[in-house]
T-cell receptor
Framework: EDKVVQSPLSLVVHEGDTVTLNCSYEVTNFRSLLWYKQEKKAPTFLFMLTSSGIEKKSGRLSSILDKKELSSILNITATQTGDSAIYLCAVGNNNDMRFGAGTRLTVKP | EPEVTQTPSHQVTQMGQEVILRCVPI?????FYWYRQILGQKVEFLVS????????KSEIFDDQFSVERPDGSNFTLKIRSTKLEDSAMYFC??????????FGPGTRLTVT
């Protein structure tokens, strides 16, 4: 059965800390891994990863995929209170996308 | 910047009633999806739609559910006879190809 597992489920840090969120997957016909940030409502797109070992970067956020280990990490450096959200990992095969349960990140001032 | 829109933002209905949730995907996108998120739980895939037909559906998407693209812009999800456990946030998403999906703001469905 396809599954996407994220860890930790919950994380509390202080502003300025660096965090690493993990996502591991077992999915048939893997095509891509996506990271989303979910605050109040809809997930907003962060990154899409299809190739192993190539880091995607956007400001203080970066992510990398390891297809051999069937996993990905999302790094956030110099965290801010505005980074507080649920971070969702989703893995796409040919036709659908399977989400992990998310990591709830709380950044305290 | 183009975005996916959904209406209504909140729908309250009685058990057994039919509901139609509406979505307007991004205009040059070809793939459309519905997801749901029960309060406090993970986002779950319901169905994907391409070229006017369902390309994939999950075990949640049973005979009570249907999707339609009635015209060139709308994409709808119909639940024929709602149950209490259908209460959730329903997200529509669209993508140009089968990779990046952009989500709408969601419709909160409350079944009483």
């Amino acid at each position: 059965e396809d599954k996407v597992v994220q860890s930790p489920l919950s994380l509390v840090v202080h502003e300025g800390d660096t965090v690493t969120l993990n996502c591991s997957y077992e999915v048939t016909n893997f095509r891509s891994l996506l990271w989303y940030k979910q605050e109040k409502k809809a997930p907003t797109f962060l990154f899409m990863l299809t190739s192993s070992g190539i880091e995607k970067k956007s400001g203080r956020l970066s992510s990398i995929l390891d297809k051999k280990e069937l996993s990905s990490i999302l790094n956030i450096t110099a965290t801010q209170t505005g980074d507080s959200a649920i971070y969702l990992c989703a893995v796409g095969n040919n036709n659908d996308m399977r989400f992990g349960a998310g990591t709830r990140l709380t950044v305290k001032p | 910047e183009p975005e996916v829109t959904q209406t209504p933002s909140h729908q309250v209905t009685q058990m057994g009633q039919e509901v139609i949730l509406r979505c307007v995907p991004i205009s040059n996108h070809l793939y459309f999806y519905w997801y749901r998120q029960i309060l406090g739980q993970k986002v779950e895939f319901l169905v994907s739609f391409y070229n006017n037909e369902i390309s994939e559906k999950s075990e949640i998407f049973d005979d009570q559910f249907s999707v339609e693209r009635p015209d060139g812009s709308n994409f709808t999800l119909k639940i024929r006879s709602t149950k209490l456990e259908d209460s959730a946030m329903y997200f529509c998403a669209s993508s140009r190809d089968t990779y990046e999906q952009y989500f709408g703001p969601g419709t909160r469905l409350t079944v009483t």
